[in-house]
């Protein structure tokens, strides 16, 4: 079992950048594929990026691709998501999610999520 807890969210104006962390707990956590997923004002949650146990193979949603980056530090119990020129609708919350599994872009798939990081983009 492991725990997530996200922080990094706030409020950036478009352009800019933020970088997301999720601290893990849990001594298997190097075992997990770990994803970001991000939640708007009345939207379904939707995947944004995905990275495998060992940090080799990173997945990512078209519209975040070449702007964000997905990463971990298994030493440190540690997963980043590096968000770079953002635009107005990256507004979100976002969420760190695990799973032992192969990653999936659904993000009911994952048994393990922590409480959100609120990312808010203006113009």
């Known amino acids: 079992q492991v725990q997530l807890v996200e922080s990094g969210g706030g409020l950036v104006q478009a352009g800019g950048s933020l970088r997301l962390s999720c601290a893990a707990s849990?001594?298997?956590?190097?075992?997990?594929?770990m994803a970001w997923f991000r939640q708007a004002p009345g939207k379904e949650r939707g995947f944004v990026a995905a990275v495998t146990w060992d940090g080799v193979t990173t997945d990512y949603a078209d519209y975040v691709k070449g702007r964000f980056t997905a990463s971990r530090d298994n030493a440190k119990n540690m997963v980043y998501l590096q968000m770079n020129s953002l635009k107005l609708e990256d507004t979100a919350v976002y969420y760190c999610e695990g799973r032992i599994l192969a990653h999936s872009r659904n993000w009911s798939e994952y048994p393990y999520w922590g409480q959100g990081t609120r990312v808010t983009v203006s113009a």
């Open positions: 849990g001594r298997t956590f190097r075992n997990y594929n």
